[in-house]
């Protein structure tokens, strides 16, 4: 059974920092990876997503690589901002379009 | 494109009560998905239809949820009695299909329950 996750829990830090968010999958037979965001009170936003044959995808500020064969997955996002906080989830794709999803990542950004 | 629709965006409820949600996908999806959110957890897979036939419900607790797909258009997702672990955040989300290829799902605003 997949199990998916994602360290830290939570974060907090000073705007405009770098910072790391890291996903971890236990069964490497996946589609693909996603990263979502969630505002609160709100649904998922799609931030990124990574075919299962493909590194790394980029998009503005963040960056999510993917190394399969270790089952892990970081988002990237540079030059933090306030409005970048939110809850950060991370999702496998299996057979049957499932997706699986971490708990996921409550951040923080301070100004 | 108008995207996942789904309504009550709120619902307070005494155990033991029951609650419907509404759903309705993206005008063409034939693929529609249910998902459980606990406060603090990520989102789980409940069920799972192609148009109006269940792919998989293996995760949903059938002695008191049930859900249905008429037309295979619009689903609602029933609680029936409801007990004080059901509070959580119920997502719909739909894909254009769900076969052998990736399909990316679209997710609604949620439907946020307390029981109470």
């Known amino acids: 059974k997949q199990e998916v996750t994602q360290i830290p829990a939570a974060l907090s830090v000073p705007e405009g920092e770098n910072l790391v968010l890291n996903c971890s999958f236990t069964?490497?037979?996946?589609?693909?990876l996603q990263w979502f965001r969630q505002d609160p009170g709100k649904g998922l936003t799609s931030l990124l997503l990574?075919?299962?044959?493909?590194r790394e995808q980029t998009s503005g500020r963040l960056n999510a690589s993917l190394d399969k064969s270790s089952g892990r997955s970081t988002l990237y996002i540079a030059a933090s901002q306030p409005g970048d906080s939110a809850t950060y989830l991370c999702a496998v794709m299996e057979y049957g379009n499932k997706l699986v999803f971490g708990a996921g990542t409550i951040l923080r950004v301070k100004s | 494109e108008a995207g996942v629709a789904q309504s009550p965006r709120y619902k307070i409820i005494e155990k033991r009560q029951s609650v419907a949600f509404w759903c309705n996908p993206i005008s063409g999806h034939a693929t529609l998905y249910w998902y459980q959110q606990i406060l603090g957890q990520g989102p789980k897979l409940l069920i799972q239809?192609?148009?109006?036939?269940?792919?998989?419900d293996s995760q949903l607790p059938k002695d008191r949820f049930s859900a249905e797909r008429l037309k295979g258009v619009d689903s609602t997702l029933k609680i029936q009695p409801a007990k004080l672990e059901d509070s959580a955040v119920y997502l719909c989300a739909s894909s254009r299909t769900s076969g052998r290829w990736a399909e990316t799902q679209y997710f609604g605003p949620g439907t946020r329950l307390l029981v109470l």
């Open positions: 239809f192609q148009n109006n036939g269940v792919v998989d």
């Open positions: 990574i075919q299962s044959s493909q």
């Open positions: 069964d490497s037979a996946i589609y693909n």
